[in-house]
Nanobody, 127 residues
Framework: QAQLVESGGGLVQAGGSLRLSCAASGRTFSSYAMGWFRQAPGKEREFVAVTVRIGGSTAYADSVNGRFTISRDNAKNTLYLQMNSLKPEDTAVYYC????????????????????WGQGTQVTVSS
């Protein structure tokens, strides 16, 4: 069972950068596929990025591709999301999530693929 804690959110001006972190408990972090999702007020939670557990493949939502980078440090049990060139429409609560059940990138873009979620961290981008 994984416990996830996000950090690194905050208020930033458009064009700025933030790096989110997601600390995971346990000794099996490397066995999980890890994803980032976000949820803006009044909207559904949406996929942002994912890194699979084997091979290091990553995938991104079209809206963040080229601006955001997902990475993981298995030695530190930590997932990261580097966010550059932030836009006001990136404003949302960002969640990290983990799963061992699903390995296909197509399915990992969907919330039902994940068993564990963090509490979220707020990112606000001002114009």
């Amino acid at each position: 069972q994984a416990q996830l804690v996000e950090s690194g959110g905050g208020l930033v001006q458009a064009g700025g950068s933030l790096r989110l972190s997601c600390a995971a408990s346990g000794r099996t972090f490397s066995s999980y596929a890890m994803g980032w999702f976000r949820q803006a007020p009044g909207k559904e939670r949406e996929f942002v990025a994912v890194t699979v557990r084997i091979g290091g493949s990553t995938a991104y939502a079209d809206s963040v591709n080229g601006r955001f980078t997902i990475s993981r440090d298995n030695a530190k049990n930590t997932l990261y999301l580097q966010m550059n060139s932030l836009k006001p429409e990136d404003t949302a609560v960002y969640y990290c999530a983990a799963t061992r059940r699903v390995e296909t990138v197509t399915m990992l873009r969907t919330t039902p693929a994940y068993d564990y979620w963090g509490q979220g961290t707020q990112v606000t981008v001002s114009s």
